[in-house]
């Protein structure tokens, strides 16, 4: 089945951007959804953003207009702009599709004011 490994994370200001990557094992081309999930400590886990083979793309409330899930089906990667960061955006982020396979390790975001 095919895995995932998540990088990018890191320690930012709140007001900053980052942006995430998601390596898959193999090809993403025929994976028809694909998604960013998030969990901070002590909760479960959210999902932040959606995208579709044809690039169609769907927001958690909480992130719309400060995210951008994008995807590279040629180089197998799912992207995660994040602009705008606030503290309750710390946690760590997975991506995966849907329906799922295993989680990856994520990568630990983590906002400061």
């Known amino acids: 089945q095919v895995q995932f490994v998540e990088s990018g994370g890191g320690l930012v200001q709140a007001g900053g951007s980052l942006s995430i990557s998601c390596a898959a094992s193999?090809?993403?081309?025929?994976?028809?959804?694909m998604v960013w999930s998030r969990q901070a400590l002590g909760e479960d886990r959210e999902l932040v953003a959606g995208i579709t083979s044809d690039g169609t793309t769907k927001y958690a409330d909480s992130v719309k207009g400060r995210f951008t899930i994008s995807r590279d089906n040629a180089k197998n990667t799912l992207y995660l702009q994040m602009n705008s960061l606030k503290p309750e955006d710390s946690g760590f982020y997975y991506c995966?599709?849907?329906?799922?396979?295993?989680w990856g390790q994520g990568t630990q975001v983590t906002v400061f004011s």
């Open positions: 193999e090809s993403i081309f025929n994976i028809k959804y």
């Open positions: 995966n599709m849907i329906p799922h396979t295993a």
